[in-house]
């Protein structure tokens, strides 16, 4: 996992950076200032990704020192004092961005997350992400939404059998044959979930032994009639289509989880700002 934020920080770095480093920096900024910055929440929010913040820092330079004044999973107000960063001037504006850029989409990732779980507490439905996150965010991705107080689905495509729309067509179309396949070729400890979009591949999923169903773009009379069909034998998942505003009724319907993409592929950044307040 830290290797792995390594050199997600370092392409990043690497991509602000180019060939010929900080210039305006270089320009402005002696080799020795030292000084001191302030990240500060603009808004109301979750906080996320604050140990890969500093991790910025210290790869531009590991003398800066950062004291973190939150945590992972606390909520803010506006105006809150989230960390203060120390060391070399340069260091602290060469890495402000790309500190920044992390921390500001992790955080509105957990800001999300809180949301969604809140409109379905006290009840017994869990929201789950998925695998819709930018490229080389995944584990920053999932631990924001885990933060946020919602759950992770599988990481990736090696921890978990998810038989998809176009898994089931590349093998003529049968519910039943891939099933079938994943049970006889897929490692024998792994649970087996399959999408299905109607009643009748619901059925052939269950009498072929899923372990999982999820109910891919279904209306909610179509749910409640896979609850009923499916009578508490297997779990099942509720996929597409999700909304806040929709998510209460899918809890009163008995569904056990909800997969929200848009946990990781739409919630908006979040407003922080890291901000100089001594310069010497």
């Excluded at 052939?204 to 009578?231: C, F, H, K, S």
């Amino acid at each position: 996992m830290d290797a792995f934020l390594d050199r997600l920080i370092s392409l990043a770095l690497e991509e602000d950076l180019g060939a010929a480093g900080d210039i305006t920096t270089e320009a402005l900024v002696p080799v020795d200032a030292q000084g001191t910055a302030e990240l500060i929440a603009k808004e109301r929010l979750v906080l996320a990704g604050l140990d890969t913040f500093a991790r910025v820092f210290a790869r531009v330079d590991p003398d800066v020192r950062i004291e973190l004044l939150a945590r992972d999973g606390q909520e803010v107000q506006p105006k809150a004092l989230v960390a203060r960063v120390r060391g070399r001037m340069r260091a602290l504006l060469t890495a402000e961005r790309t500190a920044l850029n992390i921390v500001q989409r992790t955080s509105g990732m957990a800001t999300m997350a809180q949301q969604v779980m809140g409109a379905v507490r006290g009840t017994k439905l869990r929201i789950l992400d998925t695998r819709k996150t930018a490229p080389g965010m995944r584990s920053l991705s999932k631990q924001a939404v885990k933060a946020g107080g919602a759950f992770n689905h599988r990481f990736g495509l090696f921890d978990g059998v998810l038989i998809k729309d176009n898994h089931i067509a590349a093998v003529g179309g049968s519910v039943r044959e891939a099933l079938r396949r994943a049970r006889t070729n897929a490692p024998q400890l792994v649970k087996i979930e399959i999408e299905v979009t109607n009643l009748e591949q619901l059925a052939e999923a269950l009498e072929e032994g899923a372990d999982v169903v999820m109910l891919d773009n279904m209306d909610d009379e179509q749910i409640r009639r896979a609850v009923e069909l499916t009578a508490g034998r297997i779990p099942l998942e509720v996929s597409g289509g999700i909304t806040l505003e929709r998510l209460p009724r899918l809890a009163k319907l008995g569904v056990d989880f909800v997969s929200m993409g848009a946990l990781t592929h739409s919630a908006r950044a979040m407003d922080l700002s890291l901000e100089i307040v001594q310069a010497q």
